[in-house]
């Protein structure tokens, strides 16, 4: 059976260009998006967490060196999150 995969509804973020290239934005679930080259080379992913002050978007970089998800920071939002994977931070 095929997995369908629903974009995330961030349209400004989902077709920017980064510097490794356009980005896919796939929602896995409603805490969790996969980030993704157009090729589905693993660029990272975002994880919604709740916290004491609200709602945070945790981004995490894919490091094939590690093979591991490293934290890239908390963000209020998750456009900044995905920001954050797009520009290569």
Do not use: N, Q
């Amino acid at each position: 059976m095929i997995d369908t995969i629903a974009p995330v509804p961030v349209a400004s973020i989902s077709t920017v260009g980064s510097p490794i290239g356009r980005l896919r934005i796939d929602a896995r679930g409603d805490r969790l998006w996969r980030v993704s080259t157009d090729s589905f080379a693993v660029v990272g992913r975002v994880e919604r967490i709740d916290t004491a002050g609200g709602e945070v978007y945790l981004a995490k970089r894919y490091s094939s060196s590690h093979a591991r998800f490293v934290d890239h920071g908390r963000f209020w939002s998750l456009d900044d999150a995905l920001e954050c994977l797009r520009a290569g931070g």
